[in-house]
């Protein structure tokens, strides 16, 4: 069993940064492959980054589109946490954020259904 713990949501004005984090707890971390997903009003769940645990201490981060080149995610095995750096923050990145871990990482980063546990989710809210 795997908790995922969120934090770092909250209200920014457009242009403005907000870093998320994600803690984890019950089981084996630094192979697991983390993801972060976001859900606005209305609309499905989507994919927006992952890190994907690529062999011995190399770890590949893969990213949405619309959020490429404004978000970064990276992890910290030590501390059992993955962050989402979101910068240049858009009025559309307002959403639900998730955070998730698919402790096989064996299948499609960017497809929610590989992931097997998520956190409760934070809201990010961007003005205009």
């Known amino acids: 069993q795997v908790q995922l713990v969120e934090s770092g949501g909250g209200l920014v004005q457009a242009g403005g940064s907000l870093r998320l984090s994600c803690t984890t707890s019950?089981?084996?971390?630094?192979?697991?492959?983390m993801g972060w997903f976001r859900q606005a009003p209305g609309k499905e769940r989507e994919f927006v980054a992952a890190?994907?645990?690529?062999?011995?201490?190399?770890?590949?981060?893969y990213y949405a589109d619309s959020v490429k080149d404004r978000f970064t995610i990276f992890r910290d095995n030590a501390k059992n946490t993955v962050y989402l750096q979101m910068n240049s923050l858009k009025p559309e990145d307002t959403a639900i954020y998730y955070c998730?871990?698919?402790?096989?990482?064996?299948?499609?980063?960017?497809?929610?259904?590989?992931?097997?546990?998520w956190g409760q989710g934070t809201q990010v809210t961007v003005s205009s």
């Open positions: 998730a871990a698919d402790t096989h990482s064996g299948g499609s980063y960017g497809s929610r259904y590989e992931y097997e546990y």
């Open positions: 890190v994907k645990w690529s062999g011995g201490n190399t770890y590949t981060a």
């Open positions: 019950g089981r084996t971390f630094t192979t697991n492959t």
